[in-house]
């Protein structure tokens, strides 16, 4: 089966409705496809809802965990920085992509500021405060193991 065809179908129908842009994703466990989606920026007005992430999203809720790492994914363009993140979390070892940054780029999809931001490049996208001496945030740490104990 031509996983990376059925993030591009996926897209093509996203952009047809205007759900999303140029952007789709497909996840695979072994043989089957769990998800094959565009992104929904556009529809859900969330800059959260890269084709990635949602993909991420749907998968977890079919499979009814957190832990992807038996899944590889399929993406029609290379993943952002937050993306990326969200499969490291999810355990995903595997990212097929086809377009690449440069070409997202020369489109006006250009994700170098988080980029910049991440490889300490440029630090001013964004103004990070470490708030100190706050006890209550502090002890949610020691609350969850708590809870997890129990």
Same mark, same amino acid.
């Given at each position: ?27 695979? =466990?072994? !043989? ?5 989606? +565009?992104?929904?920026?556009? $529809? %859900? ?55 690449? =940054?440069? !070409? ?5 999809? +250009?994700?170098?500021?988080? $980029? %910049? ?34």
């Amino acid at each position: 089966m031509d996983y990376m065809k059925l993030a591009a179908d996926a897209t093509t129908v996203g952009m047809a409705n205007k759900v999303g842009g140029p952007f789709g994703a497909t996840i695979v =466990r072994g !043989d089957e496809v769990i998800a094959a989606v +565009s992104n929904t920026m556009m $529809r %859900d007005m969330d800059p959260s809802a890269h084709a990635e992430m949602v993909a991420v999203r749907e998968a977890c809720k079919k499979l009814n965990t957190m832990d992807l790492s038996d899944c590889v994914v399929y993406a029609t363009c290379e993943p952002c920085p937050m993306c990326v993140a969200v499969m490291i979390w999810a355990g995903i070892k595997d990212v097929y992509y086809s377009s690449t =940054r440069d !070409d997202a780029a020369k489109h006006g999809f +250009s994700d170098m500021h988080l $980029r %910049d931001y991440l490889a300490d490049k440029d630090d001013s996208v964004i103004n990070m405060v470490k708030v100190e001496h706050r006890e209550d945030c502090d002890q949610l740490f020691e609350y969850f193991h708590k809870l997890s104990e129990k």
